[in-house]
């Protein structure tokens, strides 16, 4: 674990191993920023790389495969990024295969502090294979901001695909989904004052197997808070074939 003032950033490209019961490999906050380079392979317990920050820009860039070694620690992801201050931003980049185990995939979000949301932008790029049992593929939230999930990889999931809600909130899906679970292959939700919106652009093949048969492909919409002057928008288009066993 690496922590610090001001902005904290962590190169690995080595390979890492951790054994003990629910300890992050790379750890890694600051004050004001912080980054993760990882081009190594990491097995671990815990989250491989968990990378926060109080305010400033959060970045992930990893190449690596990342392993979840089964242990009672459960539902953790193996790439979490966070902002918990005022305000800031999440950048995560992947192209190494994460398996997630009984955990999940990619984590990324914006919380909040004090009462007080959290401003700023989520974006998640993914173009590495994620396997994941116990949690979304990918999974990231920006209540007052913009949120983006670009995917071009297959993500098989005993649980959910993709998962976003954001004031703005925008899937652009190329990867083949394959769910075994009781979620959706992909969940969109955007929550605002009046100016919400939700956009879902999938051109990957989605397949729900039997344990899928009681839940939807997409869900999309753009809800508004109460008292808002406007109606959120909601936009979702389909390129691809959907299978449900």
Do not use: C
């Not at 890492?16 to 600051?30: E, F, M, P, Q, R």
């Not at 914006?110 to 949301?117: L, V």
């Amino acid at each position: 674990a690496v922590g610090g003032g001001g902005r904290v950033s962590v190169t690995n490209t080595g390979h890492l191993g951790s054994a003990n019961n629910g300890l992050h490999t790379i750890d890694v906050l600051g004050d004001d920023g912080a980054k993760v380079d990882n081009s190594g392979a990491i097995d671990g317990t815990g989250a491989s790389i968990r990378a926060r920050s109080a305010n400033g820009a959060v970045e992930v860039f990893n190449t690596g495969a990342l392993t979840k070694i089964e242990s009672s620690n459960s539902g953790l992801y193996r790439i979490t990024g966070e902002v918990n201050g005022t305000s800031g931003s999440v950048l995560i980049d992947n192209s190494g295969r994460l398996f997630g185990g009984s955990g999940g995939g990619i984590s990324a979000s914006m919380f909040q502090a004090n009462g007080i949301s959290v401003e700023g932008d989520v974006t998640v790029r993914n173009s590495g294979e994620i396997f994941v049992g116990g949690g979304w593929g990918i999974s990231i939230q920006a209540r007052k901001g913009t949120a983006t999930i670009d995917n071009q990889e297959r993500i098989d999931s005993d649980a959910g695909g993709l998962y976003i809600q954001a004031a703005k909130a925008v899937i652009n899906n190329r990867g083949a989904l394959d769910m075994d679970g009781r979620r959706e292959a992909i969940y969109a939700l955007a929550y605002g004052a009046g100016d919400s919106f939700a956009q879902v652009v999938n051109s990957g093949a989605i397949l729900l197997n039997e344990k899928s048969s009681y839940t939807r492909a997409v869900y999309i919409d753009a809800a508004t808070e109460l008292g808002a002057p406007e109606w959120g928008r909601a936009q979702l288009t389909n390129r691809a074939e959907i299978v449900s066993l």
